[in-house]
Nanobody, 121 residues
Framework: QVQLVESGGGLVQPGGSLRLSCAAS????????MGWYRQAPVTQRELVAA???????NYADSVKGRFTISRDNAKNTVYLQMNGLKPEDTAVYYC???????????????WGQGTQVTVSS
């Protein structure tokens, strides 16, 4: 079993910053791509940023230049540094990881529990 534990969400003023963290633990053989998704009320969940095991990144157009995704492979942890936050960034943020466990031959996707980010004055 694999668990993804998120932290770092909260309430922030427009223009402020937050740093989200997500640590994977459990019967892990390897962690492949990791990413952050978000979902606001009555919207679809959307990809915010993703990072491969080698460090290649991809961002949604709406967050380019403001958010930075990074990872610490030794800690099986992915981060999302969010700067210049806007009200439209308000959402529940979920981390995602493609993980190969010590039990199964194929990798599987796992999700964190979600952390609320609210940007409001």
């Amino acid at each position: 079993q694999v668990q993804l534990v998120e932290s770092g969400g909260g309430l922030v003023q427009p223009g402020g910053s937050l740093r989200l963290s997500c640590a994977a633990s459990g019967s892990i053989f390897s962690v492949n791509a990791m990413g952050w998704y978000r979902q606001a009320p009555v919207t679809q969940r959307e990809l915010v940023a993703a990072i491969t095991s080698g460090g290649a990144t991809n961002y949604a157009d709406s967050v380019k230049g403001r958010f930075t995704i990074s990872r610490d492979n030794a800690k099986n942890t992915v981060y999302l540094q969010m700067n210049g936050l806007k009200p439209e960034d308000t959402a529940v943020y979920y981390c995602n990881a493609d993980v190969k466990t010590t039990t199964y031959l194929r990798s599987s996707e796992y999700w964190g529990q979600g952390t609320q980010v609210t940007v409001s004055s």
